[in-house]
Nanobody, 120 residues
Framework: QVQLVESGGGLVQPGGSLRLSCAAS????????MGWYRQAPGKQRELVAA???????VYADSVKGRFTISRDNAKNTVYLQMNSLKPEDTAVYYC??????????????WGQGTQVTVSS
């Protein structure tokens, strides 16, 4: 089985920075894509950023120019560098991965979520 473990959330001042990490481990054959979603109170879950196998990335308009997604393929880890944070970035951030396991089964995995709070 596969596990996604997130870290890096916390409380930060407006204009500050955080870096989220998500490490995938277990019976992994390949990772087709990894990304970050977030859900704020009273709002729908939304895609923040994603990176696919080719290395191409996609960002929500609200975070373009401020957030950067990257990966370390050797560690099966994806990062989200968040700069110039705003109060509206406050949400629970969830890591997502599209993975083919060693049994050649395609599955969608989610991390446990990590709270990001931007407040003065």
């Amino acid at each position: 089985q596969v596990q996604l473990v997130e870290s890096g959330g916390g409380l930060v001042q407006p204009g500050g920075s955080l870096r989220l990490s998500c490490a995938a481990s277990g019976s992994i054959f390949s990772i087709n894509a990894m990304g970050w979603y977030r859900q704020a109170p009273g709002k729908q879950r939304e895609l923040v950023a994603a990176i696919i196998g080719s290395g191409n990335t996609v960002y929500a308009d609200s975070v373009k120019g401020r957030f950067t997604i990257s990966r370390d393929n050797a560690k099966n880890t994806v990062y989200l560098q968040m700069n110039s944070l705003k109060p509206e970035d406050t949400a629970v951030y969830y890591c997502n991965a599209k993975i083919i396991d060693n049994g050649m089964r395609y599955k969608d995995y989610w991390g446990q979520g990590t709270q990001v709070t931007v407040s003065s």
